[in-house]
């Protein structure tokens, strides 16, 4: 049975976290597939996005790659600036998003 997140990640245990995702049914997420589309544009797209959305959520990106089919990221859990949020800005946060 599947465990809710909350039961995962332990700050505890650890604030570091490897995490990775991918594309199924043979799909490209930036490079050239075997009919030659060239999907290379995404990639400079998928990097920002991933350094924007660290910045965002309190979580430093310690290392990221981004293949042809799936991305890794190691991320750091920055607790300093998440206890230094006030409850004002995330509501405000969580309206805009």
Known sequence: MPKARKHLISLEATP??????RCVRKAFLCGIDEQD????????????????????????????????NHHHVVLHINTANM???????????????
Do not use: K
Request: charged share 15%; net charge negative.
């Open 83 to 97: 206890h230094a949020l006030t409850p004002c800005y995330i509501y405000e946060f969580t309206t805009v998003y």
């Open 16 to 21: 570091y976290y490897h995490c990775t995702s």
């Open 37 to 68: 589309n060239n999907y290379e544009h995404r990639r400079q797209w998928v990097e920002e996005r991933i350094l924007e959305l660290g910045a965002i959520f309190c979580i430093d990106v310690c290392a990221y790659a981004v293949m042809s």
